[in-house]
Every structure is written in C-alpha cells, then in structure tokens.
C-alpha cells in the first residue's frame, strides 16, 4: 500500500534531483559537519533573510559533482576543510573570482587563494599532544622529532587516507622534497603504537589511557573533548598537554576552512554576501567559541579554552602548496605502508 | 472442455516470448556491472593508472590480500563453531524455549558489523592496561605482536557473532529432513548421538553449510566500516582509498576485476563441488523432535543457543543501552530530523529495492522453470550467484561506468538526461537491485523446486497456459518463500554501507552512511539512536519472519 509518506518522501528526493528554487537563497556544497554551523546558518538568515540550503558530502564527491554540473551548477558556494581540496577546484575551473573588496580587507592575503578564487575563514593546527603525567624526558619540538627511535610504540595518528594528514605530509614535500617527506612518513610509521584507526578523538583517548605517550590531532579536538558533556571525554582532554611543533624552516602546519563562489551560479551574489559574512568578526569570534577553531582575520581575541594550548606561530606558505602535492603524498603513503 | 487435448510441451507458446525477452533483459542488466569489471581485465591502462597499478601491486595488494584472508578463514571457522552446534541441538532436539531461542538466535543478522565494531570501541579500551604492562614487562616488539593479535581476535569473534545466523539457518535447513531420518536409522542401529552427528549428518549437511559460510565470507569481504575501524586494509578498504585517495577509477577497476576473478573462481569450485544447496528460514513437514536425553545432553542444548545469543544479540544490545547513558546520545531536535529523515530514506531505499528484486527474481526464475532454454538458464544461474559474490564497491565502481556512458549518451536537456540520469538515485538502486537480486532469486528458485512440475503438467493438461499456471499456482505457493526473500533483502539493503556511501545522493542518507559519518566525525555516542533504529527496524522484519515459519511448522 502506498501511503502519503513514501509519496512526499519520494517526491522530495526527485525534486532534489535538480530543481533550482526562486526565493532569495544561497546553496552550499559543503564538506562541514559541525552541529555549529547550523546556529551561524540560522544568524546569517535572520540577518539578511537569505535561506541558507546545504548539502554535505567529501571533497571528492563535491568536485565531482561540481565538474558534471559545469553547464548548470547546482550550487553557488562550494566549502570544504581542506586548502588543497580549494586548489584542486580551482585548478579545475570550478570557482568564480570572489571580488570582495570586504573579504580582503578583512582576510590575511596568505589565507586567500591567489588567484581571488576562495577564501579561509577558520584556521586549524596540526599539534603534538602528550600525555602529561608519563612523559617526563625531552619533548619533540618538531615534526621531525616523531621520527626519532626513542618514540617507538609509542605514537598515535589516524590514517592516511585522512586529508589532515596528507596535508600535513604535503606541506613537508613542499618544504623537504620527496625524498625528506619520504623518510619522514618512514620514520613516523615505524614508531606508530598500532596500526592507524580511528579519528584524532580515539587518539587522543588512547593517549589517556596509556595506548602511547604522543599523538598528532587538529586543535579543534582538544575544545571539543573539553566541552563536551562525556566524562571519559574531559579526562582525556585533563591527561595530554600539547606542543606547537616548530622547526628552523617552518612553523605549526595548519590547515583551513575556507570557501569560494561556484562559476555560474544562480545566486552568487547571495554567496558574496554569506562568506562576507562568515569572515566578520563576529562570527569568526562565535566560531572560535563554538568549534574552537582559529580566527583567520587579525585582531581576534582566543578564546580562554585556545590559550591555554600555547602560542600558534602557523606556518601559512604551506596552504597554497598543499593542493600540488597531494598526489604525491598519497603515493608516498602507499610506499611506506601508513595505512 | 479442455483447450488442448494432446499435452504440449511446458515452454510452449509465443506468448512466453515476451517474457523470455524481460528475463533476459533483466538478466543482462543485472549482470552489466559486473560485466563492465570484467572488461577492464583486459583493457590496457594509461601511464598514470599504470603507475597507481604498480604501485598497489608493490606495496599495497600483498598485505591487503593477508589481511583480507585472515579475517575471512578466522570468522568463518569462529561462526561455524557459534552457528552448527546451535543448530544441530535446535533441529534434534525439543527442549523447553526451543522456539524463542531459534528466533533469537537468528536476529543477529539485524545487527551491521560496523555498529558492533563502534560498539566494542569502549570494551577494547579495557584491555589497554594488559597491552600497556607487555610493552612495560616484554618490550615493543612483543606489545605490536600483541595487540595485532587481539585486534585480528576481537574482529573476527565480532563478524563471527552477527553472521554466524547464516551458517545457523543452511545448518538448520540441512540438519532437517533426510538427515533427521537418516539420523534416527542411526541411532536404532545403535550408534550414538554425537556419531550420528559426525559421521551421517554433517556430511549430508556439508553443502548447505557451504553455502552458509560463503554467505559469511562475502559479508566479511564486503565489509567496509568495521574493517576501517579496526585499522585492518583488506581489499575493500583499499579499493576505496585507490578510487577516492589515488583518484584513479581505471586502477580502481583493475583491481575490483581481480577481486572477481578470485570470487568468481571459489564459486564455481563450490558450485562444481556441490551442486544444490538450500538455505530457508523455515521447515515444513517434519515430525517434532524427541527432548534429550539426561541432563548433560539438556545443558548442551542451552548452552549451544546461549552462547551465540549472548555475543551476537545481547552483547551489542546492551551496549547500545549503555551508549544511551550518555547525555551526548540523545538527540537535539535537528539532530531529530536528521534522523527521521534518515530512517525514511532507509526504508524507502530498502522497500524499492525488495519490491525490484522479488519482480525481477519472479520473472527470471519464473520463466526459467518453463523454458528449456540453456543460455537462459545459465544466465539465471548466473546473476543469483554473482550480485552476492561482488562486493559492494566493485558494483559501485561498475554502476559509475554504466553511469558515465549513460550520461553521454543522455547529456542534460533531454528527457532521459535531466530526471533519469544525472541524478545518482536511479543508479543507487540499480546498485542494490544488482547486488542483492541473487538473495530474492534464490529463494524465489527454493520456492520453486518444491512444487513438484506434475502440478503445472496437471494445469496444462487441463488447458492453462504457462502464465496463468504461474499466477495462479506457482505465485500462491511462493508466498512464504517471497515473504522470507523479501525480508533478507530489506535487512541487507537496511545495513548496507560501502554501496550507499558511494553512490547516494546528495542530502540522501541512510541510516548506515549518518552512523558512519558520525563515527567519522568523531562523535561516537551520536550515533546510538541511529543504531538503534536500525537495529529495530531489521529486527521487526527477521521476527515476523520467522514467527511466520514456526506458526507453519506448529501446524
């Protein structure tokens, strides 16, 4: 029997198979899954009433899509979490000039795309954190210094197939070359505690619970585990203390949130307006306060929670060459055998 | 009076043509995934998916391929030891509860492998202290040979613990009927039980416990989820990371051929060894069973049902309870939303899928039955093997070929091209349909194999056609084996990962891609009341099921 249900709920998913709406609206291929996002949606509507429509996918799917839909893009704004994932649009043809005058005054030029394509508007480190009470000699001080025999069995990190870390072994191809990278990620898979699983969150709980004295996560983690309303979870934030890692010819990677406006979309005005938006100072504040992720316009105070990780010293050069060496990462990956 | 009065043969008829045309269109169909992975066995590729290739073949293929069989031979052997005692007491024995537990025992099919697995993440953290002592007391190389160890043990009793129904069901089905009464000429001749069991009826059981196991190895070979999260690369995984992290589809492809080729080979090995085996979720016409004998025989039977129940059905569940503990499990409105969306999504998903399946399986077995047709046959034959036998990501990379060609053929602007083939639905589905067909088939050709062919012979003597023979005889008999096809059909659709993470649309989530990406976020404990839905919404169907057979066999 066919109820009024499975007809509204099949009509809904043939519409969705490409109707472009009327009212004034922008739309979002995102690859943000954070429940925070939603209250800035919501602020961002009421203010300029703009509904904002989303749809959440990987980086990968949304490219691929995007590139299929040249003719009549879907979407106006494409956002992801990843630099190299904005270069690999860009390199594509995908994203429209942004031509803010707002955005670059606002935004750094070394967190924008150079050829005006997107921008960031949250910024996240890469850091080293160490369960406080056990470890008691040296500390790394660089991601070099994971690579160091004295670690063995002892690290944490998640896969590689993660894009955090093919960033992250991205950006040391472009400081270090191949063969550098490729002792790095050698030298790093030989220390591991087990074989990488989970996300940087069960990383950070195998460190408290003594799997392995070190482990590398994104900062935003350490927020989440220390607001969160799990007891397991704020333990292990209290066990680990964490370490920006420098070295002479580079500072703590990071990486970014960032977005552009779609080539040819419908409404990219709208999209104009909502990432000039997202880079205003109050929401930049409300996003460190809320996902505990870095502002990338200056001048913004941290948060409480931030500062009492350290001082950043981000190593910003790397953002816009992540994206040409993520292949090559990848296949450095497969060569030393992090999985 | 009779139409005819001389008996015409049974595929008689021009009006079966059209039909015979269906079958085979449908068939082709089916088969066209798997078909576009076989191709690329012998197409030559670029330079760049070469080198991706040599690069797999070098570092990647070897260790996959162990990791691959290890988790496959341990759990198969793990839910042999959980599925066949189980069944053989159940079958031969009455004893008091037999028939609540047999239901149990079969709902933890309902359970996905990859909820287990987030399930079991609190359970593993407990036994951190024991790895953090072996590396203190023996070293690192001892710890790393450890913690493999148990990370390999932990997997396999988990896939062992929800799949072992597979191997319970075949046991069940073979352990009945001739091997009951083969059983208990036996024991008058004097042997004992546990000689009886040995030597008559595991070796009569043997084909269908084949059968079984080789349901168990290709769910495991499916297995995307709880593999990942255990940190284990076994084919699927890296057919995923080659396709999503190489960005190589034609390597992809390379490699989903091989995996085929291999599939394809111990099938038709087990084919050539075994010939028909029956897998149901219900007996009919058999006497009841005798209660056993003396109180060792009584705590057997107990123990045997408990024991998978306990891993398989109460351990996860009572984790999930406890997961519900946590504040964070319980939903915000939007999160509400999300979810409800999500169980809509899964049931029209599985709904589609199980109504497509059984009218494809009604069709193609049905006129099979009454052709002599052997190229259709073995067309037949073929497509109920070979969806069960492909993993799901290698009918997803065949789907997206199929896809690509079919959205150049049909650009945007036409028709065809603006609400059939552009979007990603249609082709989920097809992925399904083509995926899970094989289960609707084959219990659609069990269906059929018990109506004896002197009943159509009877309808066409007195002058039916072979179509009214089928809508009216066959159809009504098939009912419980369309009612227990259409149920495994919705339940592996419902748990279904790989394929709808690969090929949904967009805003389209399963209730298994939002667990899975929750977990992927990082926020475990999001995911209870997901799990729980699903959980429930398989159970429900396995349960009727199964009440249905045994209101049957009480009969």
Redesign the interface.
Known sequence: MVSL??IR??SS??L???FSAHAAEVRLYSER???AD?QVFTDFTKKTGIEVKV????A?ELIA?LR?ET??PQADLYITTDAASLTKATKAGLLAPLKSDLINQQVPAALRGKADTWTAFTMRGRVIVYASDRVKGDLPKSYEDLTSPAY??NLLIR?S?NKYNRSLLASIIGIQGKTGATQWAAGVKKNL??????????QI??VA???GDFAVVNTY?LG?LEQ???EEDQKARAAVKVIFPQSADRGTHVNISGGGIVKGAANQENARKFLEYLVSDEVQKLYQKLTSEYAVVEGIKLEPLQEAWGEISPDLESIHVMGDHD?EA??IF??V?W? | MPRFIRRPPIHAGWDLFLWRILAWGLGLLLLLPIIVILASLFSPLSSGAAEAWE??RG??LA?ALKETLILIIGSCFVAFLLGVPAAWFVENFQFPGRRFLSIALILPLAIPPFIVAYLS?ETR?RV??F??RI?TEQG?DS??LW??GL?YGCLILLFASVLYPYVFLAGRSAFCGSGIILGEAGRMLGRSPWRVFWSVQLPLARPALFAGLFLVAMEVLNDYGAV??????TLTVTLF?TW????EIETSKKLASWILMTIFLIVALEHWHRGRAKLTLHQEGRSAPNAPRGPFLMICCYFSCLLPISLGLIYPTTALLQWFL???ALP?P??WVEIIQAT??SL?LG?TATVICLLSALVIIGITRFSKGKLLRFLSHLSTVAGYASPGTVIALGIMGVASAA?EWFP?GTWVG??LV??S?LWLIFAIVARYFSVAAQMVQQGLIRQPENLDHAAQALGDSPLRIFRRISLPLLRPSLLGGATLVFVDVCKELPLCLLLR????ETLSTLIY?K????T??ACAMPSLFLILLSMIGLIIVELNGWRKLSK
């Open positions: 249900e499975m709920t099949l998913i043939l969705t198979l490409g899954h954070y429940d939603k749809v959440k996918a990987g990968n899509r299929s003719k009549a063995r069995g896969s197939t505690a087990r074989p990488p699983q989970g996300s940087d969150r069960d709980r195998a619970k003594g799997l983690y989440i969160s309303s799990n292949q990848v296949k497969n060569f055998g999985k | 690069q797999i570092f990647l260790d993440t953290e951190i202290p790895l953090v590396r690192v710890y790393l913690e493999e990370r990942k999260h255990f940190g284990f690369s990371s999503f992290g190489l960005d946590n504040e964070t915000k939007d999160t809509k999504n029209l709904l959205r945007l603006d609400y552009s979007g639905m649309p967009f805003e389209f990406g977990v992927d976020q990082g475990i404990y």
